[in-house]
């Protein structure tokens, strides 16, 4: 078997060898950034509101407003990172500078939240019924900390998932099994790092002080970019494609300019790149988008992507277009998800959480739905699985659709 992964390279961009580069320790090390990232993201997340109505002494809805919008600032940040991933840096050094800005972000919340001065008063009741509300300055720094974590969330999550499956090799049998398990480590990470903040430290906010729970999840975060700095020269790295969304917005293009073009008589004469290696076949779901790969007499010459695609790329762009549906079956749930970092937080602190002499903080009851998937994904995984290989044989495992 040949010891070089044909797509891949390592740190010098030569080709990568198998038994020196990728494999599980490498994909552990990159996983290291993740796990860090939900710690101190949901460290600060799901307390956020607590934290801005019993602190900065803000009305309930505006706090809750505030932590909705950094999280989804946070997401659609991502998109960015994926195009500078894809684009210009390439995965490696997003991840390191989002996981460096990641660092900044949390230690100038535990900063703000350290000293008086960043913050409004506290209430009192003798003095008058009325709470000083945080001023622009105090706003103002606690809005940089918090968007700084939203932009280093950006850099860490558009890459971790994509660098961590470079260091597989999808075209060898035994690695493309390892990387399937990656996904399954993945998620189990990610929902780890979750229930370790919303339990551990979301407890030390309240009973130690937040300074010490956003200064720990910035010491992580350095801890886990250096672990990450070292495994440099283990790495699998995979040659920058370009963003899709340019691609997607180019058919869409093309296709407008040519709605009047003709369709030809055969598929195949449709424009298509011959010296691609890999290509894909023309189908005839969502024709109004063959068009963009209609050759005409304004094509001669060097061809424009904006006005002829080929049909491989006109095929890509069906695929995404077939995922949309699945996608939006997730809006709904993440609708609700979001109130369970906001207004159900601030519903849980009406309750008796008493356990014993022991309370909880009202923030811990998100723990309650980070078991509920960890558990589902173990079930699936170790009893599911098994059984359905059992009785079924080879193919016994489900397809991600089912």
Request: net charge positive; with cysteine.
């Amino acid at each position: 078997m040949n010891s070089f992964v044909p797509d891949a390279f390592d740190h010098k961009g030569d080709p990568a060898d198998r038994t020196k580069t990728g494999g599980w320790t490498s994909a552990a090390q990159i996983l290291g950034i993740e796990i860090c990232e939900r710690l101190s993201t949901m460290a600060i997340v799901v307390n956020l509101v607590t934290y801005l109505v019993g602190t900065m002494h803000l009305p309930s809805a505006t706090a809750s407003n505030i932590a909705s919008t950094s999280g989804g600032t946070a997401y659609l940040l991502c998109l960015l990172g994926g195009i500078v991933a894809d684009s210009f840096l390439g995965r490696y050094w997003t991840i390191a500078i989002g996981a460096a800005i990641n660092v900044v972000g949390t230690g100038l919340l535990a900063i703000s939240t350290a000293l008086p001065n960043l913050r409004p008063p506290p209430c009192n009741p003798a003095l008058s019924d009325k709470c000083e509300v945080a001023n622009n300055f105090q706003m103002g720094i606690f809005y940089l900390a918090i968007y700084l974590n939203a932009v280093g969330i950006g850099g860490i999550k558009s890459g971790v998932s994509g660098l961590g499956t470079d260091q597989f090799d999808q075209k060898d049998e035994k690695e493309k099994a390892q990387m399937a398990h990656f996904f399954d480590r993945f998620y189990f990470v990610i929902n780890s790092g979750t229930l370790l903040a919303v339990t551990v430290l979301v407890y030390v906010q309240d009973q130690v002080g937040r300074k010490w729970a956003y200064g720990i999840c910035s010491a992580s975060m350095t801890v886990a970019l250096f672990v990450f700095f070292l495994g440099t020269k283990r790495y699998r790295y995979k040659k920058r494609l370009g963003t899709p969304i340019f691609q997607i917005i180019q058919v869409l293009v093309a296709a407008v300019r040519k709605r009047k073009a003709v369709f030809p008589s055969n598929a195949s004469l449709l424009y298509e790149d011959t010296s691609q290696e890999s290509r894909l076949y023309h189908t005839d779901k969502f024709r109004c988008l063959d068009k963009a790969a209609i050759f005409t007499s304004k094509d001669s010459g060097s061809p424009n992507p904006w006005r002829l695609c080929t049909v491989t790329k006109v095929e890509e762009v069906k695929m995404l277009i077939k995922l949309l549906p699945i996608w939006a079956t997730t809006i709904i749930f993440w609708t609700i998800h979001a109130q369970l970092a906001s207004f159900s937080v601030q519903q849980a602190s009406t309750m008796d959480r008493s356990l014993g002499n022991f309370q909880i903080p009202p923030a811990s009851l998100y723990a309650f739905f980070i078991v509920s998937i960890m558990s589902t994904l173990a079930i699936y995984d170790r009893l599911i699985m098994p059984l359905l290989k059992k009785s079924r044989g080879s193919q016994g495992k489900c397809s991600t659709l089912q």
